[in-house]
C-alpha cells in the first residue's frame, strides 16, 4: 500500500512539473511574439511590427513627423538634412547613406525593424524589402492633404499615436480653413517656379508644390502648366508673359549646395516689369518645409504658415 502511494504522489508531482513546464513555453512564446499589422501603401503591403524600436527613415517628411511625436529613431541618411532636423546628422544616428543611394551594409548592420521610404527610394523598394519591413509613405501630390493624413494615421496605427496625430490635425486643417478664407477673398494671382542654378522651372495645380493652389486655395495665375515632378522648364519671358501679383520662389541651390543666389537670379530687368516685383510681392519660400521634408506635421504647418503671411 505505501509503494502504491508513492508511486501515486511520484506521478502526480511528475504530471505537475511537466504542466509547469508546458505553462512557461506557452508564456514565453506569447511573450516573444511580435504584435504586427498590415500596412497598405504605394509600393505594396507590408507587414510591420507594432512599436518597432529599431526604425530607419529616408523621408524627411517622415522623420519630420516622428520627431514631433517624440519617437525614436535608429538611422537617417546624412548630408542633406534640413536645417531644423539637423541634429539627426549627429553621431547618435546611423549614417544610411544618401536619399539616391542608401547604404545596404549599413542596413544590413543595423538590421532594423522597419525601414520607411519615399519616391527616391522607391525603386530600391524589392532591395530594402529583402533587409527588412519596408513601407512608403511618401506624399501624393495630386491629393495631398487626403494622401498626408493617410500617411499620419498608418504611422499612428504602428506607433500607438493617433491620439497626438488627431490634436496636431485639428491644429493644421484650422489653420488651412483661415487661409483658404483669406485666399478667396483676394483678387491676386500667383505663380511658383523653382529655381535651380541659373535656370527656372514653373509648377501648377496638382504639382509638387501645387497645395498652394489646389489646397491653400490661391489662385493660379496660369492654370495650363504641364504637371511634372521636376517642373515645366520655362523662361522669365514666361514670367513676364504671365504677369503674376505674386510670385513664389523655392531655391533648390540653397539646400544642395549650390554657390548660386535665387535672389539674385530671379530679381532681373525681366522680372522687375511684373506686379509681384513692383509689389514687392516675390516670396522666397523656406527650401527645407517645401523641397526637402514636406508631408511632415511641423512643415505642413510652415508651409500654411508661409503662405498665410505671404497674404498679409
Known amino acids: 500500500m505505501k509503494k502504491v502511494l508513492l508511486l501515486f504522489i511520484i506521478v502526480a508531482m511528475s504530471a505537475f512539473v511537466a504542466a509547469c513546464g ?99 527610394q522607391s525603386s530600391l523598394y524589392e532591395q530594402l524589402q529583402e533587409i527588412a519591413p519596408t513601407i512608403y509613405l511618401g506624399v501624393d501630390t495630386t491629393r495631398y492633404m487626403d494622401s498626408f493624413k493617410e500617411n499620419l494615421q498608418t504611422i499612428g496605427k504602428i506607433f500607438d499615436k493617433q491620439d497626438e496625430i488627431d490634436k496636431e490635425l485639428k491644429k493644421i486643417e484650422k489653420s488651412i480653413a483661415d487661409l483658404k478664407e483669406k485666399a478667396y477673398n483676394m483678387d491676386k494671382k500667383a505663380l511658383i517656379i523653382l529655381a535651380n542654378d541659373d535656370k527656372i522651372s514653373a509648377y501648377g495645380p496638382k504639382s509638387r508644390f501645387g497645395l498652394i493652389h489646389d489646397v491653400f486655395g490661391v489662385p493660379a495665375v496660369d492654370e495650363g502648366i504641364e504637371v511634372s515632378t521636376h517642373g515645366m522648364n520655362v523662361s522669365f519671358e514666361y514670367v513676364v508673359e504671365q504677369n503674376p501679383d505674386i510670385l513664389y520662389v523655392i531655391d533648390r541651390g540653397a539646400v544642395v549646395g549650390s554657390d548660386s543666389s535665387a535672389k539674385q537670379l530671379v530679381e532681373n530687368e525681366l522680372t522687375k516689369k511684373t506686379n509681384a516685383y513692383k509689389n514687392d510681392n516675390i516670396v522666397y519660400l523656406d527650401p527645407d518645409f517645401w523641397y526637402l521634408s514636406g508631408g511632415g506635421l511641423v512643415s505642413v504647418h510652415e508651409m500654411v504658415n508661409e503662405i498665410a503671411a505671404s497674404l498679409e
Do not use: W
Not at 511590427?49 to 529613431?73: A, H, R, S
Not at 534640413?82 to 549599413?106: Q, T
Open 22 to 120: 508546458s505553462s512557461d513555453a506557452s508564456e514565453d512564446k506569447s511573450n516573444g511574439d511580435t504584435e504586427t499589422i498590415t500596412v497598405k501603401h504605394e509600393l505594396g503591403e507590408t507587414d510591420v511590427p507594432k512599436n518597432p524600436e529599431n526604425v530607419v527613415v529616408f523621408d524627411y517628411g517622415t522623420l519630420d513627423t516622428l520627431d514631433k511625436l517624440g519617437i525614436d529613431v535608429t538611422g537617417v541618411p546624412h548630408g542633406s538634412m534640413p536645417d531644423y532636423l539637423s541634429k539627426y546628422e549627429s553621431d547618435d544616428y546611423e549614417n544610411v547613406g544618401s536619399l539616391k543611394e542608401p547604404d545596404f551594409d549599413k542596413l544590413a548592420q543595423i538590421d532594423p525593424d522597419l525601414i520607411i521610404i519615399s519616391g527616391r
